[in-house]
């Protein structure tokens, strides 16, 4: 039967945000191990809500090795070895290694190191002796890039924007994200949908005393059917997430800031950032329901997986069998 878990355990990390490729590590007659890189903001992030050793799992056999977000259920890599392993023997771990990264990254640190998932494997005796490559067969999701990280004076400005009671604590900063948003307001017509979204009004004089156009701090995430915010500060962090009432094109969307002396909201000056959506062909008319339903990390990962939102009593299963 397979395990079931808390809602509270979803990270809610798309793999290709957090894993930014995987190849062959250390490699000796007996032993041979596989690195999947990770981002480190992104790990910060999802390590805030989860574990960070229940935040991966693998599926360890003789010929195959596949890695997974345990509780999210996305694939990291899949792969046929060259040989054969002693399951039983494996081990993993995370550590900082030394990379070099790809040309396309345009990292221009002489010695690039990231965080690595290192799983090490123990060669079965038929398959002792060096191998050509550690794998015949993969398969895995389009990673993006690894990246440098911003200077940390940078980041630490950024973060005391965001949190400036407890800038260098994870979860607080987490908390302070989907704190921002203070309301929201909507309303459509026959081809679009109008979304803007209230600001705690610190941020406004706090992004203006470090110099930093607000501009700069979001990052609108946009599907067909879902919308997401996220504030760059020193790390990636999502202010609010959700479903929307019908399709849209995402590429025809537009964001701006306006800054208010007071609203129905709030009473005191603050910024408001507006999203004008515009409906999918197929979906253009007036949308029945809300236009906007803000979801949970784990609501989120359920609309991703299957297309659907799930039901108020929905109950999650871990995505693989388990002893």
Same mark, same amino acid.
């Not at 081990?91 to 690595?116: D, L, S």
């Not at 690894?146 to 607080?172: F, G, T």
């Given at each position: 039967?397979?395990?079931?878990?808390?809602?509270?355990?979803?990270?809610?990390?798309?793999?290709?945000?957090?894993?930014?490729?995987?190849?062959?590590?250390?490699?000796?007659?007996?032993?041979?191990?596989?690195?999947?890189?990770?981002?480190?903001?992104?790990?910060?992030?999802?390590?805030?809500?989860?574990?960070?050793?229940?935040?991966?799992?693998?599926?360890?056999?003789?010929?195959?090795?596949?890695?997974?977000?345990?509780?999210?259920?996305?694939?990291?890599?899949?792969?046929?070895?060259?040989?054969?392993?002693?399951?039983?023997?494996?081990?993993?771990?995370?550590?900082?290694?030394?990379?070099?990264?790809?040309?396309?990254?345009?990292?221009?640190?002489?010695?690039?190191?990231?965080?690595?998932?290192?799983?090490?494997?123990?060669?079965?005796?038929?398959?002792?002796?060096?191998?050509?490559?550690?794998?015949?067969?993969?398969?895995?999701?389009?990673?993006?890039?690894?990246?440098?990280?911003?200077?940390?004076?940078?980041?630490?400005?950024?973060?005391?924007?965001?949190?400036?009671?407890?800038?260098?604590?994870?979860?607080?900063?987490?908390?302070?994200?989907? *704190? #921002?948003?203070?309301?929201?307001?909507? &309303?459509?017509?026959?081809?679009? =949908?109008?979304? %803007?979204?209230?600001? @705690?009004?610190?941020?406004?004089?706090?992004?203006?005393?470090?110099?930093?156009?607000?501009?700069?701090?979001?990052?609108?995430?946009?599907?067909?059917?879902?919308?997401?915010?996220?504030?760059?500060?020193?790390?990636?962090?999502?202010?609010?997430?959700?479903?929307?009432?019908?399709?849209?094109?995402?590429?025809?969307?537009?964001?701006?800031?306006?800054?208010?002396?007071?609203?129905?909201?709030?009473?005191?000056?603050?910024?408001?950032?507006?999203?004008?959506?515009?409906?999918?062909?197929?979906?253009?008319?007036?949308?029945?329901?809300?236009?906007?339903? *803000? #979801?949970?990390?784990?609501?989120?990962? &359920?609309?991703?997986?299957?297309? =659907?939102?799930? %039901?108020?009593?929905? @109950?999650?299963?871990?995505?693989?069998?388990?002893?």
């Amino acid at each position: 039967m397979a395990i079931r878990y808390g809602k509270d355990q979803v990270a809610g990390i798309n793999p290709s945000r957090i894993c930014t490729g995987f190849e062959t590590g250390a490699e000796d007659d007996m032993t041979i191990s596989l690195f999947v890189y990770l981002d480190e903001e992104a790990l910060e992030v999802a390590s805030s809500y989860v574990p960070i050793e229940e935040i991966f799992s693998a599926t360890v056999d003789s010929e195959t090795v596949e890695v997974f977000l345990r509780f999210d259920q996305y694939l990291l890599c899949w792969g046929r070895l060259q040989g054969f392993i002693i399951p039983e023997e494996t081990t993993w771990e995370v550590q900082e290694v030394r990379r070099v990264p790809p040309a396309k990254a345009g990292i221009k640190c002489p010695a690039y190191f990231c965080k690595a998932l290192r799983i090490n494997m123990v060669k079965a005796q038929q398959s002792v002796g060096k191998w050509e490559k550690l794998f015949t067969e993969t398969q895995h999701p389009e990673f993006k890039m690894p990246r440098e990280r911003k200077q940390w004076v940078d980041r630490l400005q950024r973060a005391m924007v965001l949190c400036p009671s407890a800038p260098l604590v994870q979860q607080r900063k987490v908390d302070a994200a989907t *704190k #921002l948003c203070t309301g929201i307001e909507m &309303h459509q017509d026959n081809y679009r =949908a109008y979304i %803007s979204i209230h600001l @705690e009004g610190r941020l406004y004089a706090a992004g203006a005393k470090i110099k930093q156009d607000l501009m700069t701090f979001f990052t609108l995430k946009l599907g067909e059917k879902f919308m997401e915010v996220v504030l760059d500060a020193d790390a990636t962090y999502t202010m609010l997430q959700g479903a929307l009432g019908g399709s849209i094109t995402p590429e025809k969307a537009s964001w701006e800031f306006a800054h208010v002396e007071t609203s129905s909201q709030e009473d005191a000056p603050h910024a408001i950032m507006k999203i004008e959506l515009a409906k999918a062909p197929g979906s253009s008319g007036l949308w029945e329901g809300e236009i906007f339903k *803000k #979801l949970e990390r784990w609501e989120m990962n &359920h609309l991703s997986i299957t297309g =659907a939102l799930p %039901s108020e009593d929905q @109950e999650i299963e871990d995505g693989k069998e388990y002893e």
